[in-house]
């Protein structure tokens, strides 16, 4: 008799089981039947919102649905992070994240409130970009040499801002006072739209900022490239130098920009956006706005873009550890 209640018992819950998938089943397959919410863990204006915004309208299209961009800033990219990994894992919010709160910020914050490994399922990798050190027009700096110059002969003189603690913004920046053996002081903000009107304001001086958000007020002369962060020039500024090239042998820092679902969201769901995206990034039209921003398309499987970010946190826990950064 307790065998039978027993197998009737298993007999029950794999049923259970069964029609719990089925009904997982039926509503991929209808997916998506509404609107979508794309999260960006950062206010408007900076390299996480170009991207989201420029492959947005076209993955609507394809989709069949209106897809809302919705800025949550904060924390470094946490406070967005955390609303879409608490979100419903159902494919109807996504986050579009940065090698912040994606790779940096597990190292640097003693409590962060999500695990980005363990909490969001990768899509595909989106769109790398270096970071490009600027200055304010009057900081008397045109080359890196000038700015090492400068900054030892005035310790403690010159302000850089960052999108928040632990951005790329941020440890580029410290990376720098380290390999130039200088003292600029860090100043964070919420974004990098903020920092960019305190930058051409005066009230910090040099910054390294992502290359979309940066190169439009470039190139309408508000602010002076200096260098580029990453190993090779950027494609759309061949002539700027990098700042290994430059004089700091080995500097390296580039930002990268990916798109997430909440950990759960079924896997029909995950390998459909991913195809759309790789698609998306092939297209001609997409490519060259992506390219003139500053972004070097890339599109990967979701397999393949889970390695990238493990190896990203192993590499950036390295330099957060060298430059003893730590957060709340």
């Known amino acids: 008799m307790i065998k039978l209640e027993s197998r009737l018992v298993r007999l029950r819950h794999l049923c259970f089981i069964m029609a719990v998938s089925s009904l997982v089943s039926l509503a991929s397959a209808a997916y998506p039947d509404r609107s979508i919410k794309l999260v960006v863990a950062y206010p408007p204006g900076g390299g996480t919102d170009i991207v989201a915004r420029l492959i947005t309208p076209e993955l609507s299209k394809r989709l069949g649905q209106p897809i809302s961009i919705d800025n949550r800033g904060g924390a470094g990219g946490n406070i967005g992070t955390e609303y879409a990994v608490r979100s419903a894992a159902d494919g109807y919010t996504l986050l579009m994240g940065n090698v912040a709160p994606n790779a940096i910020n597990v190292s640097i914050y003693k409590k962060l409130p999500f695990d980005p490994q363990k909490d969001l399922s990768p899509i595909s990798l989106v769109a790398i970009t270096p970071n490009m050190l600027i200055a304010n027009n009057d900081v008397p700096v045109k080359s890196v040499a000038d700015l090492v110059a400068y900054a030892r002969a005035n310790p403690g003189t010159l302000n850089f801002p960052s999108a928040g603690l632990g951005t790329s913004s941020h440890l580029a920046g410290e990376l720098f006072n380290t390999m130039a053996q200088v003292k600029m002081v860090h100043i964070p903000y919420k974004g990098g739209g903020a920092a960019f009107s305190d930058l051409m304001g005066g009230q910090v001086q040099v910054f390294f900022a992502t290359m979309p958000a940066a190169m439009p007020l470039v190139r309408s002369g508000k602010?002076?490239?200096?260098?580029?962060?990453?190993?090779?020039?950027?494609?759309?500024?061949?002539?700027?130098?990098?700042?290994?090239?430059?004089?700091?042998?080995?500097?390296?820092?580039?930002?990268?920009?990916?798109?997430?679902?909440?950990?759960?969201?079924?896997?029909?769901?995950?390998?459909?956006?991913?195809?759309?995206?790789?698609?998306?990034?092939?297209?001609?039209?997409?490519?060259?706005?992506?390219?003139?921003?500053?972004?070097e398309p890339q599109g990967n499987s979701p397999e393949d873009f889970s390695l990238f970010i493990s190896k990203e946190i192993t590499k950036w826990a390295r330099v957060v550890k060298s430059a003893g950064i730590v957060g709340e």
Not at 233 to 255: C, K, Q, Y
């Open 223 to 295: 602010l002076r490239a200096i260098a580029v962060t990453s190993d090779q020039r950027a494609i759309a500024l061949p002539d700027l130098p990098t700042i290994s090239e430059a004089g700091l042998v080995g500097f390296s820092a580039t930002t990268w920009y990916g798109l997430y679902a909440p950990k759960g969201t079924p896997s029909e769901i995950v390998n459909r956006l991913n195809r759309e995206i790789k698609e998306i990034l092939e297209l001609p039209s997409i490519r060259e706005k992506l390219i003139q921003q500053g972004f």
